[in-house]
C-alpha cells in the first residue's frame, strides 16, 4: 500500500500562511486533504484529480487555499493563505491507489491516508 506523510503544519497569526506537503511512496490517482477537529468529523478540504487538471474545494477553501500537485515527486501540497483561527484542525493528505479515474470528496473512498498535520492559528 501507498504510505503517505504529510509536513508543514505548526503554529501561524490569524491572516497567515502555510503550506501543507503529502509525499506518496508510489503511484497515486486522486488525492485530497481533510482535516478534523477533536470530537467533530473529517471535513472535505480539497481534492486534486490524477493529471492535476480538475480541482474542487470546500466552500470555506474556495479563494483562500490552493491544492496542486508535483507527480515527478510524488507530492501533492496545500496552501492555505489568510488563514483564520477556525482553520485549526489536524490536516490528513489522503489518497486513490485503485480507482483510475475517481474524484471524491467523501473520506471513505480513499484507501491510504497519512498521520496527519497540525495546524493551529491564532487569533
Known amino acids: 500500500q501507498v504510505q503517505l506523510v504529510e509536513s508543514g503544519g505548526g503554529l501561524v497569526q490569524a491572516g497567515g500562511s502555510l503550506r501543507l506537503s503529502c509525499a506518496a511512496s508510489?503511484?497515486?490517482?486522486?488525492m485530497a486533504w481533510f482535516r478534523q477537529v477533536p470530537g467533530k468529523e473529517r471535513d472535505f478540504v480539497a481534492v486534486i484529480s490524477r493529471t492535476g487538471g480538475g480541482t474542487r474545494y470546500a466552500d470555506f477553501a474556495l479563494g483562500r487555499f490552493t491544492i496542486s500537485r508535483d507527480d515527478a515527486k510524488n507530492t501533492m501540497y496545500l496552501q492555505m493563505n489568510s488563514l483564520k483561527p477556525e482553520d485549526t484542525a489536524v490536516y490528513y493528505c489522503?489518497?486513490?491507489?485503485?480507482?483510475?479515474?475517481?474524484?471524491?470528496?467523501?473520506?471513505?473512498?480513499?484507501?491510504?491516508w497519512g498521520q496527519g498535520t497540525q495546524v493551529t492559528v491564532s487569533s
Open positions: 489522503a489518497a486513490d491507489s485503485v480507482r483510475y479515474s475517481s474524484v471524491s470528496y467523501y473520506s471513505h473512498e480513499y484507501d491510504c
Open positions: 508510489g503511484r497515486t490517482y486522486a
